[in-house]
Nanobody, 123 residues
Framework: QVQLVESGGGLVQAGGSLRLSCAAS????????MGWFRQAPGKEREFVAV????????YYSDSVKGRFTITRDNAKNTVYLQMNTLKPEDTAVYYC????????????????WGQGTQVTVSS
C-alpha cells in the first residue's frame, strides 16, 4: 500500500530553520506531483508548496515564498521542504501529499497523504 512518512519536525526559535522530509513507498513516485500542506490549531488545512513530478517547477503560497524551498529526489522517493527564517505563524502540523501526474493547490485533489509532522516556532 502507499505510504508517505514525514520527518524532521520539531521546536525551533523564530528565525531558525528546519528541513522536513517525506519518504514515499508503494507508488511510482516520479509519476506524482508532491505537495506540502499545513494545518494550525483551529484553522483549515492550507497549501504551502508543490513540485512537479519531474521536479522542474515549483509553486509556493505567498506566505512562505522566499523562505521555504521544496525539492525532490526521485531516486530516493523523497520530497523535502527546507524552511528558513521561520516565524511563529508557521507553527502547524505539516503534511506531505501526492497527486497523480499534475500539480494542484487544492488539498481535496490529492490522492495520498502522510500522517503529518509537528512544527512549532517559538517567539
Amino acid at each position: 500500500q502507499v505510504q508517505l512518512v514525514e520527518s524532521g519536525g520539531g521546536l525551533v526559535q523564530a528565525g531558525g530553520s528546519l528541513r522536513l522530509s517525506c519518504a514515499a513507498s508503494g507508488l511510482t513516485f516520479s509519476s506524482y506531483a508532491m505537495g506540502w500542506f499545513r494545518q494550525a490549531p483551529g484553522k483549515e488545512r492550507e497549501f504551502v508548496a508543490v513540485i512537479t513530478k519531474g521536479g522542474g517547477s515549483t509553486y509556493y503560497s505567498d506566505s512562505v515564498k522566499g523562505r521555504f524551498t521544496i525539492t525532490r529526489d526521485n531516486a530516493k522517493n523523497t520530497v523535502y521542504l527546507q524552511m528558513n527564517t521561520l516565524k511563529p505563524e508557521d507553527t502547524a502540523v505539516y503534511y506531505c501529499a501526492a497527486r497523480y501526474y499534475s500539480v494542484s493547490f487544492v488539498s481535496s485533489l490529492y490522492n495520498y497523504w502522510g500522517q503529518g509532522t509537528q512544527v512549532t516556532v517559538s517567539s
